[in-house]
């Protein structure tokens, strides 16, 4: 591991020299390699060189206003070009040679599948346009692009962003074709792309609220080109969601999107050339759980946001990342909220950002949301960016109430075309007259707040009336590395309740800004003047660690009473919490929790699935910060679950016999119901209930889509079904022709409890683990590491980090996400603890790329 990593800090940041008012590209394909040929037409704005960025490549050509410079004329090294003393007005020429059948990274111009499959496509956010050609590749640099693509006819469909202007055969070559794509929207060049492959199309249309006739057009190969209805639906559900929403209106003509197997993300918002990650658009019944789909949706919703928050309007550095990631993930979430019950969308947001964004937070990975340094930035497309900062812009939107729209309204208008920064952002939403711009604390400031606090009551016999004080203080943990913690703005939604009659007698927004405070709910009017009830952080309305002072029987209280749906799942939360982690008696909850489930039963199927959830070992761990022994969570974890099964133990049947298959619909209903189904069949193989066996395989062999065949395989492999081995075969042999479903069988497998470690290894050395497609190593190595019993032993580190070092070479992006998994090493209990960190620092002489040198280098800071 190299020792000297070079870091990069916000406060250094200074505007860019030069600026690109026009670019010409010509990219020409050939069997072994690329050409580039580039016309930047730029132009001096501040003092200083000329930099061009660029990296992997050969520089064949180079001139200033039509004169060839000499090598003496600028200096060239492994990542930039730079010319100092360069004109002011500059048609800057440019030629490059490069291998895109070589580039396994997913970054700059890369090769994509194999055989009859391949194609060529591009990924440049943050900084893959430095690997195509020369640039000022950076975010603050807004250019008009034409592109022209060149390549062999077996490359039908060559696509840019903006609109195709030209297209042909090449004189010299009838083998060869061509086109040329305008974009007439500036932008930086993370946002380029290009194509060259060989697909299929579904087109539709959409008429914008300013009547903008759209051409939508979805590619993928000819075989998934039905699987791309849904994700079209979304689209056009997405444009009008944005217009009646936010009053953004889509501004180009055409809006593509590409689907492709081999991608590091989920997918990428290139300006009217979106590209995904097949199974980010990809959704069919029979192959797509409705999970999957539901996020092909969001997914679909995030990326056509980004077209006014991130490519309209921009980023200044990379250091305002969560200036486009947090504002748009919030805006798919409450697009998300209208498709569904909003209680569940709550639920599975707030449950990412625990499992995943609270241990970031919790240890040696933690930053803020606008980090103020780093060494490669491609380590920081984190949850705390995205995750955290869109929890920053909802906590903002609720305390603006009706300004947030008008504060977004001016930040369109007012910044549209620019690349500005997070004070940018603020300052907007508080030029309606009530200031927000002290939330800057949230963007800077790292670790997850911790609220803790107390109820006091006194009733006044005179006027029957009572006053409840709430005592609240917060508290963040200090980061190595940053200021001392200060107090933040925390909103806080409340809920006074009446114990006798359960219902609610007050409701208020408590601001908590310093680090202790009171809040009085006055003249209180309650049935035998009883003690009210309080419910804390409604909706979850600020990303913070409550610890409110509650006992047991008001939590049963919330869980039978509270209206919002997410309270009414937190308060279950907080009870197992509870019993996990503080060994307090589980009797209470496991009344309330039978009562609330079977009513949500019978009223809504989602929330009823949900209501049962036991933290992941993983999230229950982040609340461990020493001594953390995987096995004995795991057997506290099982032994809940198994209570959990027996006391409902009588009903499993009635309820699983009232949710027969039916014909496949996609409405929020029937969707609950396949969710409720699963897991009545889990619970009750759990319960030991022998027929539940069958119920398993008939739901396996009757399913109507993969929600069902799925919910029954895992069921069938985590209780040891006696024909699961059977069952995953018919499972290979029906689908082995869809990647994405194979990925499912490879997860399936790969998380399967009764599995070793080295049964996981031995899915790894199958034929067909692709080390090319990381759908294909997440659907191993993701599930893998969501055990921490099996990760956390030596022979589990040795897989993992075995991974881990291969991906360094060829996929560093990659190699580093996964890496990060490991972040919790040092909680464990000895002797893992030490085990874990030899083996770990053994890895370190053995790695070579930037990205995982980074996060390596930090996670043994620990
Ligand atoms: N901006 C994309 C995320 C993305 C980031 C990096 C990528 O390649 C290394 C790809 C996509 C989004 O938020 O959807
Ligand atoms: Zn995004």
Redesign the pocket.
Known sequence: MSSSVNKIYLKDYTPPSFAVDSVHLNIKLFEDHATVDSVLNMSRQHQGDLVLFGQNMSLTAISINDQPLQPSEYQLDDTQLVIANAPDTAVVKISVRHQPQKNTE??GLYIAGEGDDVMFVT?C??E?FRKITYYPDRPDVLSVFTTRLEADKKFPTLLANGDLIESGEVAEDSSRHYAVWHDTSKKPSYLFACVFADLAVLEDRYTTIEDREVKLEIYAKAHDIDKCHVAMQALKDSMQWDEENYGRAYDLDRYMIVAVSQ???????NKGLNIFNTSCVLSSPETTTDARSFSVKS?IA??YF?NWT?NRVTCRDWFQLCLK?GL?VFRDQSFSADHQSPAVQRIDDVSMLRAHQFSEDAGPLAHPPRPSSFVEI?NF?TSTV?EKGAEVVRMLANTLGEKYRQGTDTYFERYDGQAVTVEDWLSALSAQGKSVEHFIDWYTQPGTPEVSGHQNYQYDEQTQLGKLTVSLSQKTRQVEGYDAPKALPIPINAAVFDKRTGAIIEERLLMLDEDSQQFVFDNLATVDGAEPVLSLLRDFSAPVQMRFEHSDEDLAFLLAHETNGFNQWQSAQALVNQILLNQKDPAIYLEAVKKAFLSLAQTDAMLAARILDIPAERELATAVNTNYKPEQMKQKWQGLKQQLADILKAQWTQIYEQLPITQYQDTPEARGQRALRNVVLDMALTAGIDEAHDWAKAQYDNARCMTERLGALSAMINHQHPDKAEMLADFYQRFNQEALVMDLWFSVQASDDNASVAEVAALIERKDFDWGTPNRIRAVVGSFAAQPTKLWTPQGVQLYISVVRKLDETNP?LASRLLQALSRWYTLAEPMREQAKQQLQQLSSQIKSKNVTESLQTLLKA
């Not at 991608?263 to 918002?269: D, I, K, R, T």
């Open positions: 997913l970054e990924q956010e943050p893959g991608f590091n993300m989920g997918a990428m918002e997914i995030h990326e980004h991130g990631e748009t491609n497309y995205y992006v």
